[in-house]
Antibody, heavy 121, light 107 residues
Framework: EVQLVESGGGLVKPGGSLRLSCAASGFTFSTCNMNWVRQAPGKGLEWVSLIETGSTNKYYADSVKGRFIISRDNAKNSLYLQMNNLRAEDTAVYYC??????????????WGQGTLVTVSS | DIQMTQSPSTLSASVGDRVTITCRASQSISSWLAWYQQKPGKAPKVLIYEASSLESGVPSRFSGSGSGTEFSLTISSLQPDDFATYYCQQYKSYPRTFGQGTKVEIK
Protein backbone atom coordinates (compact mmCIF):
# COMPACT_ATOMS: atom_id res chain seq x y z
CA GLU A 1 0.00 0.00 0.00
CA VAL A 2 1.29 3.42 -0.97
CA GLN A 3 1.77 5.70 2.03
CA LEU A 4 2.88 9.29 2.19
CA VAL A 5 3.24 10.82 5.65
CA GLU A 6 4.03 14.50 6.07
CA SER A 7 5.55 16.04 9.18
CA GLY A 8 7.22 19.23 10.32
CA GLY A 9 4.32 21.63 10.25
CA GLY A 10 3.61 24.07 13.05
CA LEU A 11 3.42 27.70 14.09
CA VAL A 12 6.16 30.03 12.87
CA LYS A 13 6.59 33.80 12.92
CA PRO A 14 6.69 35.85 9.72
CA GLY A 15 10.18 35.79 8.28
CA GLY A 16 10.91 32.46 9.91
CA SER A 17 11.79 29.08 8.42
CA LEU A 18 10.38 25.59 8.57
CA ARG A 19 11.32 22.28 6.98
CA LEU A 20 8.63 19.84 5.98
CA SER A 21 9.26 16.14 5.42
CA CYS A 22 7.31 13.45 3.62
CA ALA A 23 8.09 9.81 4.32
CA ALA A 24 7.16 7.48 1.48
CA SER A 25 6.53 3.75 1.58
CA GLY A 26 4.84 1.01 -0.41
CA PHE A 27 6.35 1.92 -3.76
CA THR A 28 9.69 2.55 -5.46
CA PHE A 29 10.18 6.16 -4.39
CA SER A 30 13.21 6.76 -6.62
CA THR A 31 11.16 6.21 -9.78
CA CYS A 32 8.47 8.81 -9.06
CA ASN A 33 8.45 12.56 -9.45
CA MET A 34 7.17 14.15 -6.25
CA ASN A 35 5.19 17.28 -5.53
CA TRP A 36 4.14 19.62 -2.77
CA VAL A 37 0.62 21.04 -3.00
CA ARG A 38 -0.92 23.40 -0.45
CA GLN A 39 -4.36 24.58 0.56
CA ALA A 40 -4.96 27.71 2.58
CA PRO A 41 -7.83 27.50 5.09
CA GLY A 42 -11.14 27.52 3.22
CA LYS A 43 -9.42 28.03 -0.13
CA GLY A 44 -8.58 25.99 -3.19
CA LEU A 45 -5.58 23.89 -4.10
CA GLU A 46 -2.27 25.48 -5.08
CA TRP A 47 0.55 23.46 -6.61
CA VAL A 48 3.82 24.49 -4.94
CA SER A 49 6.73 22.49 -6.33
CA LEU A 50 7.90 19.35 -8.14
CA ILE A 51 11.19 17.49 -8.05
CA GLU A 52 12.11 14.92 -10.65
CA THR A 53 13.37 11.48 -9.77
CA GLY A 54 17.08 12.26 -9.84
CA SER A 55 16.73 15.76 -8.38
CA THR A 56 18.12 17.25 -11.59
CA ASN A 57 15.06 19.35 -12.31
CA LYS A 58 12.97 21.25 -9.79
CA TYR A 59 10.02 23.51 -10.47
CA TYR A 60 8.25 26.07 -8.30
CA ALA A 61 5.13 28.19 -8.20
CA ASP A 62 5.87 31.87 -8.70
CA SER A 63 4.54 32.57 -5.19
CA VAL A 64 7.33 30.55 -3.52
CA LYS A 65 10.21 30.83 -5.99
CA GLY A 66 13.37 32.02 -4.26
CA ARG A 67 12.01 31.24 -0.79
CA PHE A 68 11.21 27.51 -0.86
CA ILE A 69 13.58 24.67 -1.77
CA ILE A 70 12.39 21.18 -2.64
CA SER A 71 14.72 18.21 -2.18
CA ARG A 72 14.63 14.46 -1.82
CA ASP A 73 16.70 11.62 -0.46
CA ASN A 74 15.99 8.49 -2.46
CA ALA A 75 18.02 6.35 -0.05
CA LYS A 76 15.70 7.43 2.77
CA ASN A 77 12.51 7.45 0.66
CA SER A 78 11.93 11.01 1.77
CA LEU A 79 10.82 14.31 0.27
CA TYR A 80 11.49 17.68 1.83
CA LEU A 81 10.40 21.30 1.55
CA GLN A 82 12.62 23.95 3.10
CA MET A 83 10.51 27.06 3.57
CA ASN A 84 12.31 30.34 4.25
CA ASN A 85 11.16 33.92 4.75
CA LEU A 86 7.66 32.71 5.51
CA ARG A 87 4.70 35.03 5.08
CA ALA A 88 1.18 35.00 6.46
CA GLU A 89 -0.09 33.96 3.04
CA ASP A 90 1.95 30.74 3.27
CA THR A 91 -0.42 29.53 5.98
CA ALA A 92 -1.91 26.32 4.61
CA VAL A 93 -2.11 22.57 4.82
CA TYR A 94 0.83 21.20 2.84
CA TYR A 95 0.41 17.90 1.06
CA CYS A 96 3.02 15.76 -0.62
CA UNK A 97 1.77 13.98 -3.70
CA UNK A 98 3.22 11.42 -6.06
CA UNK A 99 3.17 11.44 -9.85
CA UNK A 100 2.75 8.01 -11.36
CA UNK A 101 4.25 6.92 -14.67
CA UNK A 102 3.27 3.50 -15.92
CA UNK A 103 1.49 3.50 -19.24
CA UNK A 104 0.57 7.14 -18.84
CA UNK A 105 1.33 10.12 -16.65
CA UNK A 106 -1.06 10.29 -13.72
CA UNK A 107 -0.40 13.43 -11.71
CA UNK A 108 -0.89 13.34 -7.95
CA UNK A 109 -2.25 9.78 -7.87
CA UNK A 110 -1.46 9.46 -4.17
CA TRP A 111 -1.46 12.11 -1.46
CA GLY A 112 -0.40 12.33 2.15
CA GLN A 113 -2.76 13.45 4.91
CA GLY A 114 -1.20 16.92 5.00
CA THR A 115 0.61 18.99 7.61
CA LEU A 116 -0.58 22.42 8.75
CA VAL A 117 1.77 25.39 8.58
CA THR A 118 0.63 28.54 10.36
CA VAL A 119 2.57 31.76 9.89
CA SER A 120 1.59 34.29 12.52
CA SER A 121 3.16 36.61 15.04
CA ASP B 1 1.50 30.87 -16.54
CA ILE B 2 -1.58 28.98 -17.72
CA GLN B 3 -4.78 30.08 -16.00
CA MET B 4 -7.52 27.54 -15.35
CA THR B 5 -11.11 28.75 -14.96
CA GLN B 6 -13.86 26.46 -13.70
CA SER B 7 -17.58 26.99 -13.87
CA PRO B 8 -19.80 27.05 -12.02
CA SER B 9 -18.24 27.80 -8.64
CA THR B 10 -21.15 26.10 -6.89
CA LEU B 11 -23.63 23.62 -8.26
CA SER B 12 -26.79 22.49 -6.47
CA ALA B 13 -28.11 19.13 -7.61
CA SER B 14 -30.13 16.14 -6.50
CA VAL B 15 -29.25 12.47 -6.28
CA GLY B 16 -29.65 10.96 -9.72
CA ASP B 17 -29.01 14.20 -11.60
CA ARG B 18 -26.54 14.43 -14.46
CA VAL B 19 -24.07 17.19 -13.70
CA THR B 20 -21.35 18.79 -15.78
CA ILE B 21 -18.48 20.98 -14.64
CA THR B 22 -16.50 23.01 -17.15
CA CYS B 23 -12.82 23.97 -17.09
CA ARG B 24 -11.19 26.40 -19.49
CA ALA B 25 -7.46 26.90 -20.00
CA SER B 26 -5.98 30.26 -20.97
CA GLN B 27 -3.97 28.53 -23.71
CA SER B 28 -3.92 25.12 -25.28
CA ILE B 29 -2.90 22.30 -22.97
CA SER B 30 -3.66 19.49 -25.43
CA SER B 31 -5.09 16.75 -23.18
CA TRP B 32 -2.84 17.37 -20.17
CA LEU B 33 -5.70 17.86 -17.75
CA ALA B 34 -6.68 16.06 -14.56
CA TRP B 35 -9.79 16.21 -12.38
CA TYR B 36 -9.77 15.77 -8.60
CA GLN B 37 -12.44 15.27 -5.97
CA GLN B 38 -11.96 16.59 -2.45
CA LYS B 39 -14.13 16.07 0.60
CA PRO B 40 -13.89 18.27 3.72
CA GLY B 41 -10.82 17.54 5.81
CA LYS B 42 -9.46 15.01 3.32
CA ALA B 43 -6.74 14.98 0.68
CA PRO B 44 -7.88 15.25 -2.92
CA LYS B 45 -8.33 12.15 -5.04
CA VAL B 46 -7.58 11.97 -8.75
CA LEU B 47 -10.58 10.93 -10.86
CA ILE B 48 -9.54 11.61 -14.45
CA TYR B 49 -6.16 12.12 -16.14
CA GLU B 50 -5.23 13.01 -19.71
CA ALA B 51 -8.63 14.71 -19.96
CA SER B 52 -10.65 11.52 -20.39
CA SER B 53 -8.86 8.55 -18.81
CA LEU B 54 -10.58 7.15 -15.74
CA GLU B 55 -8.27 6.45 -12.81
CA SER B 56 -8.38 2.89 -11.53
CA GLY B 57 -11.13 2.31 -9.00
CA VAL B 58 -13.13 5.42 -9.92
CA PRO B 59 -16.80 4.68 -10.71
CA SER B 60 -17.76 4.75 -14.37
CA ARG B 61 -20.40 7.42 -13.75
CA PHE B 62 -17.49 9.88 -13.86
CA SER B 63 -16.26 10.87 -17.31
CA GLY B 64 -14.05 13.58 -18.75
CA SER B 65 -13.89 15.13 -22.18
CA GLY B 66 -12.26 17.93 -24.13
CA SER B 67 -8.91 19.00 -25.50
CA GLY B 68 -7.09 22.20 -26.24
CA THR B 69 -8.69 24.79 -23.98
CA GLU B 70 -12.18 23.47 -23.18
CA PHE B 71 -12.80 20.53 -20.86
CA SER B 72 -15.63 19.04 -18.87
CA LEU B 73 -16.24 16.57 -16.07
CA THR B 74 -19.59 14.80 -16.11
CA ILE B 75 -21.22 12.73 -13.40
CA SER B 76 -23.93 10.72 -15.15
CA SER B 77 -26.06 10.01 -12.09
CA LEU B 78 -25.09 11.88 -8.95
CA GLN B 79 -24.73 9.69 -5.87
CA PRO B 80 -24.70 10.74 -2.18
CA ASP B 81 -20.95 10.09 -2.04
CA ASP B 82 -20.33 12.56 -4.87
CA PHE B 83 -21.17 15.72 -2.93
CA ALA B 84 -17.73 17.28 -2.75
CA THR B 85 -15.51 19.92 -4.34
CA TYR B 86 -13.98 19.23 -7.74
CA TYR B 87 -10.83 20.75 -9.20
CA CYS B 88 -9.27 20.66 -12.63
CA GLN B 89 -5.50 20.94 -13.07
CA GLN B 90 -3.27 21.41 -16.09
CA TYR B 91 0.02 19.59 -16.16
CA LYS B 92 1.22 20.57 -19.61
CA SER B 93 3.70 23.09 -18.26
CA TYR B 94 5.14 24.49 -15.06
CA PRO B 95 3.87 25.94 -12.88
CA ARG B 96 1.06 23.44 -12.80
CA THR B 97 -2.17 25.25 -12.06
CA PHE B 98 -5.53 24.30 -10.58
CA GLY B 99 -8.94 25.72 -11.27
CA GLN B 100 -10.61 27.50 -8.37
CA GLY B 101 -12.90 24.55 -7.63
CA THR B 102 -16.56 23.66 -8.03
CA LYS B 103 -18.56 22.72 -4.95
CA VAL B 104 -21.34 20.24 -5.67
CA GLU B 105 -24.05 20.70 -3.05
CA ILE B 106 -27.25 18.88 -2.23
CA LYS B 107 -30.29 20.64 -3.68
Amino acid sequence: EVQLVESGGGLVKPGGSLRLSCAASGFTFSTCNMNWVRQAPGKGLEWVSLIETGSTNKYYADSVKGRFIISRDNAKNSLYLQMNNLRAEDTAVYYCARDQYIVATIPHDNWGQGTLVTVSS
Amino acid sequence: DIQMTQSPSTLSASVGDRVTITCRASQSISSWLAWYQQKPGKAPKVLIYEASSLESGVPSRFSGSGSGTEFSLTISSLQPDDFATYYCQQYKSYPRTFGQGTKVEIK
